[in-house]
């Protein structure tokens, strides 16, 4: 029990031969038949276990690949690029992601001796999933074949997984999701801000205030817990959610620009071409095709 193996058997026939997200409690799994190009999106407090092929993911100047029996775990919001690397027909890239939730995690701290210090990056690391972990995640899929255990020991599941991360190499960056009081705590307040005020400008002193630390100490704080300065993070948070409305249709280029807070339209297709690598109206045209619908935005990135 608690193989990869076993794990990637129990993802593929819940998966159903595809992506399901959110299946309980911030519980999704994946299956990628091929390799993906770049897509960006934006990461949330995960664990993301890999039974199968292969995943490559940036943030700011930090790149990572992971794949099977490796695990990634995210510990706040962050504007990532990610592309399935390895994936075929024959041995799909396979995915179990969970929301790691602060509250989950601050009861455990209550029983946690010991855990390992966060690196000097706290954002995301990459793991080796001990059998424990494999297991618990396998016992957490098998309870979605019967509704009334899932209901009774679901959360159980879910807080050995937790558990298991907490005790593990990671659970430095684990432990941050869940104190309150911490850094990453007082980082999450401002990021939440940012997110709330997309179009408008960002001043340190004030995020450095709603943070509740010195402008100085949150500039630290923030790049350790991000690999990026404020002014990039939201810079890419614009890039990515304009990139959605074009894709969606729902504006056009100046238009998508001015309404994430870009002042010209010049400066936004210079910085969107830089991020993605062709202009905005041609990514657009390019995305939906002449005739063909436009498709679902980041199938394949759902997870870091």
């Known amino acids: 029990m608690g193989q990869p193996a076993d794990l990637r058997d129990l993802i593929i026939r819940h998966a159903r031969g595809g992506i399901r997200r959110n299946i309980v409690n911030g519980l999704s799994l994946g299956v990628v038949t091929d390799g993906t190009p770049p897509a960006a999106t934006m990461s949330e407090p995960s664990v993301t276990l890999v039974a199968g ?13 992971y794949g099977a029996g490796e695990y990634l ?26 929301a790691l939730r602060p509250a989950v995690i601050a009861a455990l701290l209550l029983d ?24 618990a995640a396998s016992r957490m899929l098998r309870l979605l074949d019967d509704p009334a255990d899932l209901a009774a020991l679901g959360a159980a599941a879910e807080r050995e997984i937790v558990w298991r991360l907490l005790s593990g190499p990671q659970g430095g960056i684990v432990r941050q999701i869940g104190v ?9 307040r401002a990021i939440r801000w940012m997110r709330d005020h997309l179009a408008e400008q960002v001043a340190i002193e004030e995020l450095a205030r709603i943070s509740g630390m010195s402008a100085s100490t949150f500039h630290r704080h923030f790049r350790a817990a991000t690999s990026m300065t404020p002014i990039q993070w939201q810079k890419a948070l614009r890039l990515r959610e304009a990139r959605a409305l074009l894709l969606r249709g729902a504006a056009g280029v100046a238009e998508a620009g001015y309404a994430v807070g870009f002042g ?11 991020a993605f690598g062709q202009p905005p109206g041609r990514d657009a045209q390019n995305f939906r095709g002449d005739d063909a ?3 679902p935005i980041g199938e394949g990135a759902w997870i870091p």
């Open 264 to 274: 010209s339209a010049s400066q936004f297709s210079r910085e969107y071409r830089r």
């Open 180 to 188: 309150a009081d911490g850094s990453l705590a007082h980082i999450s």
């Open 53 to 65: 092929g292969s995943k490559r993911t940036a943030v700011g100047d930090l790149e990572v690949v």
């Open 112 to 135: 946690t001796v010991e855990v390992a210090r966060p690196p000097a990056f706290t954002g995301l690391a990459v793991g080796t999933a001990s059998p424990d972990l494999l297991d």
């Open 73 to 98: 775990v995210v510990s706040i919001d962050l504007p990532v690029t990610g592309r399935v690397e390895r994936a075929t027909p024959d041995d799909p890239f396979v995915v179990f992601s969970l």
């Open 293 to 295: 619908p436009a498709a």
